[in-house]
């Protein structure tokens, strides 16, 4: 589903060029949970948003169901991201005036789909928000927000899920939520890559690679 190769990123900073991410080789399976572990500033974040289409490599190729969202152009690489990809990140980047529901139905304004009000209720149920439906973000728990991040990432149906540091922020029972969520979605045909410092993940994925000043180990 997603094959990341010989993936290179520099960033110029002030003074000197920075390598964040070194001749990377990876791939995700369908069905595969693929946790890539390291400390901050590792270049876990570099390389997710890398393999979603948001970060254009300095070298290597991502192929995301045998296409290259790079060789796109903008705006058909932002359609192929809105139908294929479903993002989660720890700062969950809610609309802070839109409901519960409102949030989990942005991913519509990008591509329509057929009954997404209805999959957007079953999402919402299916994490446990239903009572929390018409709340807005600052309404709710750190462990709703994310729940709720997770149902507008899955809206679309997406293939392939990417997750920078999703449980971060939240207490152990969240964390195992969405840390079952990701599993499950990969579990029914999905794909998911997942970035982060901690440990917790480890039992829920199929494959844990440790990542080091921009290398796999
Ligand atoms: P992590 O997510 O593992 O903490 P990042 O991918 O955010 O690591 O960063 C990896 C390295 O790249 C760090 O040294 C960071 O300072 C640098 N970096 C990240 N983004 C930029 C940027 N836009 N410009 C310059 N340097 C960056
Ligand atoms: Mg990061």
């Known amino acids: 589903m997603l094959s990341i190769e010989k993936l290179s990123k520099v960033f110029q900073g002030p003074k000197e060029i920075i390598r964040a991410l070194d001749g990377i ?4 399976e369908v069905n595969e949970f693929v946790v890539i572990q390291g400390p901050s500033g590792s270049g876990k974040t570099t390389l997710l948003l890398s393999a979603g289409g948001l970060l254009a490599p300095s070298d290597g190729n991502i192929i995301i ?5 790079y060789q796109m152009s903008s ?10 990809i479903g993002f989660v990140f720890q700062q969950f980047y809610l609309v802070p005036y839109l409901s519960v529901l ?14 997404l009000r209805e999959r957007a209720e079953k999402l919402i149920s299916h994490f446990n928000l239903t009572d929390r439906i018409s709340h807005v973000p600052g309404e709710l728990s750190t462990g709703e927000r994310q729940r709720t991040a997770m149902a ?11 997750a920078d540091e999703p449980v971060g922020n939240l207490d152990n029972e ?11 979605f990969a579990d029914s045909d999905g794909a ?16 844990t690679i440790q990542l ?6």
């Open 25 to 28: 080789s990876l791939s995700v």
């Open 65 to 69: 169901d045998n296409q290259n969202p």
């Open 75 to 84: 705006d058909n690489r932002a359609r192929f991201r809105a139908s294929n």
């Open 102 to 115: 409102e949030n989990v139905l942005v991913p519509s304004l990008a591509i329509s789909q057929p009954n």
């Open 152 to 162: 507008r990432a899955l809206l679309n149906n997406p293939k392939l899920l990417l």
């Open 174 to 184: 969240n964390a195992d939520i969405v840390l079952c969520a990701l599993k499950e």
């Open 192 to 207: 998911v890559l997942m970035v982060t410092h901690g440990d917790r993940a480890e039992k829920y994925a199929h494959k």
């Open 212 to 217: 080091k000043n921009g290398k796999l180990l």
